[in-house]
Each structure stands twice: as structure tokens, then as C-alpha cells.
């Protein structure tokens, strides 16, 4: 092994040197499922996000009637209601 620096024609012709072309996807690849998978996803994520804010909401509401003092500030369900 030498020590020796490449020179700088050694280093313009490397390049200059050709480049292969990025391979042709072939006719079997999985890229077309991508899309509808990720966007599976975003919504299954977008679904959980809304849930857990209306559950969040539903918390905060129970726990500022309670930080009030008050008694009885869960929701009961009435079965003559419809």
C-alpha cells in the first residue's frame, strides 16, 4: 500500500467515468399496495387520534367537575331516555 496522494488526473477520470442506469422496476413489484396500505394506516392512526381525543375530553370535563367540589359528576345513563 503507498502512501502516495491519487493525482488529479487519476481523480478527474474517476469521474468521468460512466455510470450504470438505474435498474427498470420489473412488472412484479409490490409497489402499487404501497399507496393503499399507507394510506390504511394514516387513517386507522387519524381514527385512534379522534378517539382518544373525545376520551380525553370526556376525562378533563369529569375531572374539572370534580377539582369544583362537586358530587355526582359521572354521566349516568337514564333508561327511560331515548
Do not use: W, Y
Not at 25 to 48: K, N
Not at 59 to 81: F, T
Amino acid at each position: 500500500m503507498s502512501d502516495e496522494l491519487p493525482s488529479r488526473e487519476e481523480i478527474l477520470a474517476r469521474r468521468r467515468k460512466p455510470r450504470a442506469p438505474a435498474p427498470a422496476p420489473d412488472a412484479g413489484s409490490p409497489r402499487p399496495t404501497v399507496g393503499p396500505l399507507h394510506v390504511a394506516v394514516f387513517l386507522l392512526l387519524a381514527a385512534g387520534a379522534v378517539f382518544l381525543a373525545f376520551k380525553l375530553l370526556e376525562v378533563s370535563k369529569i375531572q374539572d367537575c370534580v377539582m369544583q367540589g362537586r358530587k355526582n359528576c359521572d354521566h349516568i345513563d337514564d333508561p327511560n331516555e331515548r
